[in-house]
Nanobody
Framework: QVQLVESGGGLVQAGGSLRLSCAAS????????MGWYRQAPGKQRELIAV????????TYADSVKGRFTVSRDNAKSTVSLQMSSLKPEDTAVYYC?????????WGKGTLVTVSS
């Protein structure tokens, strides 16, 4: 089993910045990727940023490109999401995600609220 614990959510004004962090523990091996999803009220969960273990390649949703940056510390088994130029439409619950070779894992989520 893998446990993922997010931190760093909160309330921020539009145009501001926020950094989310996620610490993984447990059976951490064979990790293909780590990243972040989000789910806004009344919407489906969407992938917003992922970093792959092999080569460090990253993928971002179009809605966050140029504003969000995902990073990983493989030695510490953590993944972070630096968010800047935040918009009210970024308001959502943000979930840490880990893709292990045999199973996907999710954190419980952290709420980010962007006020206009």
């Amino acid at each position: 089993q893998v446990q993922l614990v997010e931190s760093g959510g909160g309330l921020v004004q539009a145009g501001g910045s926020l950094r989310l962090s996620c610490a993984a523990s447990g059976s951490i091996y064979g990790i293909n990727a780590m990243g972040w999803y989000r789910q806004a009220p009344g919407k489906q969960r969407e992938l917003i940023a992922v970093m792959f273990t092999s080569g460090g390649r990253t993928t971002y949703a179009d809605s966050v490109k140029g504003r969000f940056t995902v990073s990983r510390d493989n030695a510490k088994s953590t993944v972070s999401l630096q968010m800047s130029s935040l918009k009210p439409e970024d308001t959502a619950v943000y979930y840490c995600y880990l893709d292990r070779y045999d199973k996907d894992y999710w954190g419980k989520g952290t709420l980010v609220t962007v006020s206009s």
